[in-house]
């Protein structure tokens, strides 16, 4: 279980990460740890890549329908723009950015930010996704959940997708993707 260190008493930043399947609950931690920095009278700014744009142009929506305000932005370099604003910054689907996420992540916490990403670790074909595994081996913590297989009911980490489109980021939910476990995965 993830302990949130006492951000008010370090002046150092760090990078959070919380990655995982489809359906492994990301977007639900991120809010809930967002939702408790407010709480702690934190200035919190939160973002999201224009391209999601499944629930709400301007909210970051949970499976479960847990939303929290952010800002859409075209690009990671535009997060920086905020960079005076909060103490926290919140940033979902990572996976989506382009590869100066990581920068910017690295950036925000250089300035004594507290960084709490989500996004997806693997695509549907189980490769590592966008610059995912360079987020999670800069930063300081990382937590990894895991969703229920839909086929047999292990735990789950990959995000098999059961259409036959082949590009790499095809935006869905149950329509488009199940939560599966290594062996039905790959049978």
């Given at each position: 279980?993830?302990?949130e260190p006492n951000f008010k008493s370090n002046k150092s930043g760090w990078i959070e990460v919380v990655?995982?399947?489809m359906f492994s609950g990301k977007t639900e931690e991120l809010?809930?740890?967002l939702k408790r920095a407010r709480i702690a009278n934190m200035e919190v700014s939160i973002f999201k890549p224009q391209i999601d744009t499944r629930y709400h142009e301007q909210k970051i929506v949970s499976?479960?329908?847990n939303t929290i305000q952010a800002i859409s932005v075209i690009n990671a370099d535009a997060i920086m723009n905020h960079a005076h604003k909060a103490d926290v910054f919140g940033i979902d689907e990572a996976?989506?950015?382009d590869a100066n996420i990581t920068v910017v992540c690295s950036k925000l916490a250089e300035m004594g930010k507290r960084v709490i990403v989500a996004g997806l670790d693997m695509d549907y074909?189980?490769?590592p996704f966008g610059?995912?595994?360079?987020l999670m081996a800069i930063s300081n913590y990382v937590t990894k959940l895991h969703a229920i297989c839909i086929k047999c009911g292990a735990i789950a980490s990959y995000s098999y997708r059961i259409t036959s489109d082949k590009k790499q980021v095809v935006l869905g939910e149950k329509e488009h993707y199940e939560a599966r476990c290594r062996n039905c995965f790959n049978q």
């Open positions: 279980m993830f302990v990655c995982g399947s809010i809930r740890r499976h479960d329908e996976q989506f950015f074909l189980g490769n610059e995912m595994p360079k």
